[in-house]
Each structure stands twice: as structure tokens, then as C-alpha cells.
């Protein structure tokens, strides 16, 4: 495990979320990265052509200081929302949710990698609830599960990855704002 990727699959998950949103370099557009931590997917978005910044409680390298549950951009500004093992972790994923549909512009994708307590069945209707429809969902607890193996081997981050309530599941989803026909 490295101090820049803390969150399960490291660079590579990150790479198979951008890719299972159709996202492959060159890209162009906006994209804001939640829960950006050390920034590191801030500069693999900025590798594949984006325009990007990362938002955390803690400034890094193009990473701004800002709560993910009020984020300080401005409506529709955003052709793509990242977030990786920051929903959960901000107390209230639902309005972590309604930020990112806020921020994102109504043809872009909100892509997230994350622990969820509820079963995928109820996903889309949650997702729904926050203004989201679902365009994909993928499975990757076992990854997850390994990944808190290592940390409470390696002493890092176990009071984080060892707060998802029993039975939760690890799931990379795209998201697009509601389109109302």
C-alpha cells in the first residue's frame, strides 16, 4: 500500500471506474474529484485530459480545502464527479450524493467507488431519491475485504476501513443526474 492511494485496487480501480464510464485519454471537460486525499486520482484525471481538482478536509497538490457535504463549486460546473472511499466516510453519503448532482452538468457522470450498506436491488432507488439514475454497477468487496486485511496488517487506517456497518459491499458505480423525458 502506498501514502498517495488509500482506497482498494490503488491507480488501477480508478483507471477501470474511468474506463467503465467511457472515459479514455484524450478526454476533455471539467472534473472534480471528492475526497481527493493526496490528489493522486486529481493527476491521473489530469493525465487523461481533464481539467482537474480534487476537494478534501486537508489542501494538497490540486486539491483544495472544502467539505464534500457543502462543496464550494459552483452549479452544473462539472463534466465529470470522481469519488473513492469518501462518500461513506463523510457521515452523510446521501448528501455527499446531492452535492455531486448539483455540481456535476446534466449530461456528465458522477463515478464512485465505495462501500455501501444496502443491497444493489435498493441502490437505484436511493440513487433516485438523491435526483441520480444508475447507469452501472460493479462488484469489487472481495478487493475491499483484502485491502482491510492489509491495513490492519500494516497498522494504516483501520479505524476507516473497519467503520462499514456488517454486510456491506464494495461497489464501483456511474451515475447521471435524472433526465425527465
Given amino acids: ?4 492511494v488509500r482506497h482498494p485496487g490503488g491507480t488501477e480501480l480508478t483507471k477501470r471506474l474511468l474506463t467503465l464510464g467511457g472515459y479514455h ?22 493525465a487523461y ?8 478536509r486537508e489542501p494538497a497538490e490540486n486539491v483544495q480545502e472544502g467539505d464534500i457535504l457543502h462543496l464550494p ?10 469519488s473513492e472511499c469518501a462518500l461513506y466516510l463523510s457521515g452523510d453519503p446521501r ?11 446534466q449530461d456528465g457522470k458522477i463515478l464512485i467507488a465505495d ?13 433516485r431519491e438523491c435526483g441520480l439514475q444508475v447507469l452501472f454497477l460493479e462488484d469489487h ?11 490492519l496488517w500494516q497498522k494504516e487506517y483501520v479505524r476507516e476501513v473497519c467503520s462499514a456497518p456488517k454486510n456491506s459491499r464494495y461497489y464501483l458505480i456511474g451515475l447521471q443526474r435524472w433526465k425527465y423525458e
Fill in 73 to 82: 463549486l459552483e452549479d452544473d460546473s462539472f463534466d465529470l464527479v470522481l
Fill in 49 to 56: 485530459g481533464f481539467d482537474a481538482v480534487g476537494i478534501d
Fill in 115 to 127: 462501500v455501501f450498506p444496502v443491497l444493489p436491488q435498493k441502490l437505484p432507488e436511493e440513487m
Fill in 95 to 105: 448528501q455527499a450524493l446531492r452535492e455531486a448532482a448539483r455540481i456535476v452538468k
Fill in 1 to 4: 500500500m502506498t501514502e498517495s
Fill in 25 to 46: 485519454p484524450p478526454v476533455t471537460g471539467r472534473a472534480a474529484d471528492l475526497g481527493a486525499g493526496s490528489g493522486a486520482a486529481v493527476r491521473i484525471l489530469t
Fill in 141 to 151: 468487496t472481495e478487493e475491499w475485504k483484502e485491502y482491510i486485511i492489509e491495513c
